[in-house]
Structure formats: structure tokens, C-alpha cells
């Protein structure tokens, strides 16, 4: 994401033309000639990477740069502080050092209260199928991941037998808990959404802002004045450029966005989704997504991964008993299911601000093995590349994301399509060197479509994959042949590096990888046939 500057001189360079988002990475500029005056609110946003185990991206509102990085300072410095009450995976969290205790009461904060009594509430609410215990299923099936052998009958029933006991007992009037069983319990589901929605307000609290939008890892969190449009992810979908399942717009909103399809473990060739049904002790894959729009963040959270869990239609009617929420549900054959009022959200293409744009530049659509073939000499429309890369974890926690740009080149150098391009505001553009020396690479997202912020299942932090379909900026396929994938990183404070490939794309599958660098910790390309959809 970036943080907007009013350097007007570079968007009149660019023509007021470049401003958006390309594939998974945020890009922000404003155009000096239309910056409101200085004494309205502007867009400023930032991005963060190991949040939480995920990505944070911080937008908002601001009357200067000094109040923006005051909401910042103080939403990380909520997170921090509800991680270290809430966190299942520090030994030394407040829950952690609960989860320690046995059949005692124990005076708990506030939060650890409420969470554990939000818990309580959802677990009768889905009959169970929402449960802190459904880490102890977990836990063995990611063990038969590693050990490549599915859990035994025996080991299952064991599992639900665990995690069907009562794991604590609440004291409201002496805000106490007392821990019950020995089940390994982990706070997720809803948590982060509790978290959000609690460090949007501290931002809000903290300086005169009109709006906050805060996505950490796919869950958004909308408050203020502005409404805004939000894509919401393909749970088919590969790559971070890849063509949204539909977008929302929303004001005053959460959203939160369940899968398997994003994390699981493969056991001899077939894949088990991380979300596992705590009542059968089995991985669930019925729903593909389930993506949850609701006034309050824990009530979207929840209903997001209870509906990855139940069976649909049991979940499209708990989620029309929530007050307020509707919710999108893709089923296993590409059926989407939705409430009545989820169309309400769904919006079209939105006109460009000209304060702030995010624009999403989308593949073209994803064919499926057998489309026609290429014409003589022309790339294969069967045939795609797939660039991953890692960034670095900079000091081992809590970094800000780098800038980074990838694009094709021909076999003359010259520029084919810019696939991703992320920077900090646009003052910061000079330092992708490379990228921002083409004068053809900076058009090349001219009438893209706003989009905010795009609704996912969790990811791990600092992962990202773009496509390139064969097409150039036009959408015409280009000639088979030769051409460069340049990937260019600039940290601030930090260094720059230029990675360059010359691939041969002409129906032959092509692998190679990048070294790693003091940015990356790897990148990788692999050209060949497209997946089919399932």
C-alpha cells in the first residue's frame, strides 16, 4: 500500500494516468493538479508484513501526513496490545498463561473475557461446529501431513471426544475463568476480527481522521464517512492479479472471508483443508469460501468460518438469523449461494476518485486446458507463467512492506506489460530505478477499476503470485519467443535489487528460480499449461 504525497510533479509526469493498485500490490498516487485543498481530509495508507502471523494494510483519511501516522502508530500499537492478551501461540500472552491453569478461577482482562465469552455464545449458535478446541482435530492432521498418513478411526473419535468436553466456566460479576479441560485451545476464528475492529477505533480515537480501512490477512474492517469497494477473492484463483469473484461496496462494515483453499496439508497427492469440522474431527471441503459482510467484525468473523464448516443451507439460515449480515457461500461445485440481501452489497465498476485510486488490474479470463489453440507463432492460450515470490522477514517481526514491480519485456527490452508495481507514495517511485525509467511501463494501468481492498482467506505473510496469460497491455496475445521477467525490490532504508530472466515462452514448460537476496527470500517462475477449474 502507500502513503500518498501531494508531488505533483511526478503525476503530471505520469499524466495523472498510473494511479492504482496492480495484482496483490498497492499503488496510490495523487494527481497534484487534483488534491483537494490542504485543510481536507487525504488518503494515506500503509502496508505492514508478520502482523499477526499475515499482511497488514492500513488505509485512512487525514488533514496532513502527522495525524495519518498517528491512526498508524496507534492501530499497531492496539494489535500489540490485544496480541499480547489474546495470542495462542506466545507462552507469555495473558490466554496462554490462563490456558496454563486448572481448575481455578482466575481474574481475567476485559478482552480475554469477552472473547472467550464470544466463544460460549458461538458454539451453541452452531451446534458446535465452531469451537476453540478444533485445534486438537487439527493438530493431528497436520501431523498426518508430516508423517504422510491419515489419522487412524480410532484417533479421530478420540479427538472429538476432546474437544466435545466444557473447556471453561465464565464468572461474569467477578470477571473470572476457569479452565476445565486439558484440550489445546487456540483463539482463532473470530479473534482477529475482534482485534481489528478494536485497533480501527484506537486509529479513529487517535487524530482526525473521517474513515479507516484496515484488511489484515483477507478480513476488512470499514469505519468512518467513506463508503468503499472491495473485491472479494476466487477461492480458484492462483494468483494476486487473477479475476475477483465479484466486489462489495460497503460504509460502516466488516468483512470476513473463510476457505480451506488457501492453507491444508497434502497427504499423498490429495489435499485436506486447515478447517477442520470439530464434531467429526475431519477436514471440511463442501464449502470452497464463505465470505460474510456484517455490522459488527466478530459477528463476521464468526459466521465466516461456521459456514465453512456447516453444510450450506444450515448456513445460509444462521447467517439471516445475524442482524444485519449477509453473506456469499461458493459451494465445492461452483454453486454460489447468498443470502437476500447479499446483492444489496454487490456493486458494478466503480467511476475513479481523483483524490485516491486502488485499481485492480486482472488477468484476462482463466481458461481451462483444451481452449482453441494459438494461432502459428503466437503465445499459447493454454499456457500461462506463474511468478511467486517471498518477500525477506527484515529483523525476524513486524516490517514494512518494500516497494516492488514486476514486468515482461521483449527481446528488444521493450516494455509488455506491467504485471505488479507496489510502492509507498509517489514520492518513493524514483526508487524502483528500473521500472520507473520506462516511460511505456507507467501507462500501462490507464482505465483500471477502483477497488479498496480485496476480502480472502488468511494468508501467510509476505507470499505473493502473479500471472502473465500472454497478453500484452492491449489484451492481444503476444508472438511466442523470447522475453525477460524483470522483478525489481527497493526497501526503504534497506536495498535495491534488480532480478532480470530471459525465458523462452513457445509451449515448452520453462522453470526457473531466483537466488535469494537480502529482500526476497525467494522467487521463483514456472511456465506451463493453466489448471483446469475445478
Known sequence: MTTPGGDGSLVSRLNARFLGWVGAFWVLAIGGARVAAEDQPRWYAFAHEHVLGTSLELTLTAKSALAAEAGETAALAEIDRLAAILSSYDATSEFSRWQATREVDVAVSVELFEVLALFDTWRERTGGALDAAAEVAGRLWKTAGTRQVLPTADEIAQAVAVARQRHWRLDAQRR????????????????KSYIIERAVGRALAAGELETVVMNLGGDIVVRGAHAVRLAVADPEAEAENDLPLTHVGVSDRAVATSGGYRRGVDIRGHWYSHLVDPRTGWPVDH??????????????????TALAVLPAEEGLLLAASVPGAECLIVVSDGRR????GWRGF????????SDWIHAAVASADRGAVGVEPAAEGRWDPAMEAIIALEIASVGGGRSRKPFVAIWIEDR????????????HGARWLPDLRAWNHADQLRAMAEGTQV?????????????????????????KLVAA????????VAREHGTHQILRQEIVFAGEPQHFDWPANPELAGASLDYGRKRATR
Open 176 to 191: 473470572t475463568a476457569r479452565h476445565l479441560s486439558g484440550a489445546p485451545l487456540v483463539l482463532n476464528s473470530f479473534t
Open 287 to 304: 464449502v470452497r469460501s464463505a465470505t460474510v459482510v456484517a455490522a459488527r467484525a466478530t459477528d463476521a468473523g464468526a459466521l465466516a
Open 337 to 340: 449461494l447468498t443470502t437476500a
Open 346 to 353: 454487490e456493486t458494478a465498476a466503480a467511476p475513479p476518485r
Open 412 to 423: 528488444e527490452r521493450f516494455p509488455v506489460r506491467t504485471l505488479a508495481l507496489w510502492y
Open 451 to 475: 477497488v479498496d481492498a480485496v476480502a480472502s482467506a488468511t494468508r501467510g505473510p509476505g507470499k505473493y503470485t502473479v500471472k502473465w496469460d500472454g497478453k500484452d497491455t492491449t489484451g
Open 481 to 488: 519467443g523470447h522475453y525477460t521477467v524483470a522483478i525489481e
